[in-house]
């Protein structure tokens, strides 16, 4: 077995680190370290980085959420100690960064994409600009009482104002939890050094503790992918209903960048684009 190389090790210190740092303090860090969508009040600049070491928490007792990190660290170890070994630390550092961000231009972009459908949906109620603002970035929890009433209030004030039925209102809860979510986990940079490593290595054997039957990288990446695919369209507010809460456009996005920078690569491999 490959000894683990020096990014791949700072990686793993970093995200442990973040992890066991963000379980101790609790939701606060979650809010600020997370990656909210870039409409949300709530998002600052840091956080298309942070986000890539910010991990499901375990504070809250949610069982399996402890799989988040322990998934995510064992395919760094195991696929990104061998690509660093090929690469060098710095540029298996750039390329693992950048999976992780075109992780996240796909991820907000699909966002993006649906909730301003569904503004469309709901454009008869003609709110303004800082109307939308104000209740996409409202609490839902907080709009109603224990009898499921809107609680009075600016929010209730504009949906009345425009007439909002309960139909349009129902699209309109649908834009607020979009805007409302969160994006955490390493899984998108992790989703590009998969393709990396079926790119270099296309009949490497990949088993998996629920396949018995290992499985070569060339086939077991692009079906992971699929999957994920499919899981995103049928998630989706725009394509289908049935979401499983994971970010799989983020796994798309990652694998995207991934394949591209690995193609460019190898394309430019032997002239003076090359990167040694």
Sequence with gaps: MMNMTEAVKQLLIINIIFFVGANFVGDFAY????????????????????????????????AGNLMHIVFNMF?????????????G??????????CGLGALALHIGINYIQIHSLMDEVASLNFTKSEWQLILNSDYRSLFDNNGKLIAGPVKTILENAHCTQEQFNVISEAIYINKGTMIGASGAV??????????????QLGLMFIPVPIKAKYFVPGLLAIDLFLGLKGSSIFGSGG?????????????????????????????????
């Design 191 to 204: 989703y590009g050094l998969l393709v990396a490593f079926a790119f270099m290595f296309p009949n490497a």
């Design 244 to 276: 499983t809460g994971i970010a799989h456009f983020a796994h798309i996005g990652g694998a995207l960048i991934g394949f591209l920078m690995m193609w460019y690569w190898k394309k430019n491999s032997f002239n003076n684009k090359r990167w040694n």
């Design 31 to 62: 809010q600020l370290l997370s990656m909210h969508y870039i409409e949300n009040k709530d998002f600052k600049f840091w956080q298309p980085l942070t986000y890539m070491f910010m991990h499901a928490p375990v504070y809250k007792g949610i």
């Design 75 to 87: 395919a760094l170890v195991s696929f990104g100690a061998v690509l660093e070994q090929f690469w």
């Design 89 to 98: 630390s710095k540029k298996f550092l750039f390329f693992y960064v950048s």
